[in-house]
């Protein structure tokens, strides 16, 4: 299985309050994800949609790994992508991971958001 490792900063300031994360798969694939926030499971399963992670001030200095294992669904598609948006008041970043399949017909995807 293909791995996949990615490290992104992600700036919350000026927002405030609640902090979000939803995770999509693209070029039709499908896949599973588990988000961990600072070694505390916050969330997993297939489709979550918008994950609270916390709040502005709980997340500063803060790291959320996001797990997906991402399974070859599309047959003419040899590439996948794995998309995490982040989500505050006056805050949104989109962090993109883009990769092919090697032999195996899934990748496992590790993406790692440090907020500042």
């Keep these: 299985m293909k791995q996949v490792h ?26 599973t994800i588990l988000v961990v926030v600072n070694g505390a499971p916050v969330a997993a399963g297939a489709n979550l949609g918008q ?19 991402v399974s070859q669904t599309n047959p003419s598609a040899e590439h996948f992508s794995v998309v995490h948006d982040v989500s505050a008041s006056q805050t949104r970043q989109q962090f993109v991971v883009t990769d092919e399949f090697d032999e195996s017909d899934s990748a496992s995807v590790a993406e790692t958001i440090t907020f500042s």
């Design 51 to 69: 994950m609270l992670l916390g709040t502005v001030e709980q997340l500063a200095g803060k790291t959320a790994v996001v797990r997906s294992i």
């Design 6 to 31: 990615r490290h992104d900063m992600c700036a919350l300031a000026p927002s405030t309050g609640s902090v979000h994360l939803s995770v999509t798969f693209g070029d039709g694939q499908t896949g």
